[in-house]
Structure formats: structure tokens, C-alpha cells
């Protein structure tokens, strides 16, 4: 019995094992990413891509899905940096009201859970941006700007992610 145990446990590949492990962990932890602004999701999610790949000696999984999910994974990242930025910069956003926003998604991620995180930078934003001007309804547009830039890069990055994970597994299956 113990042989036989020992001749599978020497059989088992524990580095793709390993790979595996760590990429399931990497693409959930992705996932999550997409909506919690803390955690770098899209990345997360090419690097899950990277390690099932290397599992596989890149014979299933090919270099060239890999470079598709890593470019995808930059585009996310350009795309919700710009568009929150941008809402902010459309309505005239000062640094105070950018920085506010900032910070507000910070509390949120924190104190708020999922409902801190939609609210928060809006609160952030209106409160930064009426500390610098004091005209409450500059602040509010301001406010509601970049919460609908937020919004909008949360969207591409959740589109983008399940794109990713959508040629990952047609990469695998198919």
C-alpha cells in the first residue's frame, strides 16, 4: 500500500500543480479586482493566464494567448485610468477634487464594502472638489463626473476581464 502511495506521489507533477494553484488564486483574486480598486485585476488575471501556461510547457496554452491576455490586461488599465480621469477633468476638476476621489474610493474599499466603493468616490470627489472652490453645485457635478468615469472604467475592466478569462479557457478547451 505505502508503495503505491509513494509511486503516485512521485508521478504527480507538483510544479504544474503548484501553477495551477497559484493560477486560480491569481484569476479569482483578478476577478474580485475588476470591482475592488485596490487589488490590480486585469494584471492579476494575465499573470493567472502566464501560470497556466508555463503548467503546460506553453504547448496548450501558447505564447500567443499569453501576449493577447497581457495587452488586454494594459488596455484595462489605460482605459480605467483614463476614464476616471477624465470625467473629473470634463466637469474641471481640480487636484483637490481629484484627490478627493482618490481618497474616497481608498475609505471605501475599507469602511463601506460594495456600497462604499460606488458611493464613496463620489463623496470624496464633492468634498475635495467644494474644499477647494466652495460652489456646492461645481462640487456636485464634479462629483457625480467621476463617479460616472469610475462607472464606466469599472465596466471596460469587467468587460475586459471576462474576455480574458473567455480566450484563456477557449485557449485551453479548444
Known sequence: MWESI????LSVDWFAVLCWMG???????????TIVPALPGLPLIAVGAALIAWAGHFEVVGWSTVIVIAILAIIGVVVDTVAQSAGAQ????????????????????????????LIFPLIGAFVGEF??????????RVGVATWIGMVVGTAAKVA???MMVGILIWAYWV
Open 160 to 162: 475586459l476581464a471576462f
Open 6 to 9: 509513494s509511486t503516485w506521489f
Open 23 to 33: 493560477a486560480i488564486s491569481s484569476i479569482v483574486a483578478g476577478l474580485a479586482g
Open 131 to 140: 474644499l477647494a472652490k466652495r460652489d456646492l453645485l461645481h462640487a456636485g
Open 90 to 117: 470634463k466637469a474641471g476638476a481640480s487636484a483637490k477634487g481629484i484627490w478627493g476621489s482618490v481618497l474616497g474610493t481608498f475609505a471605501g474599499v475599507f469602511v463601506g464594502g460594495l456600497v462604499g466603493i
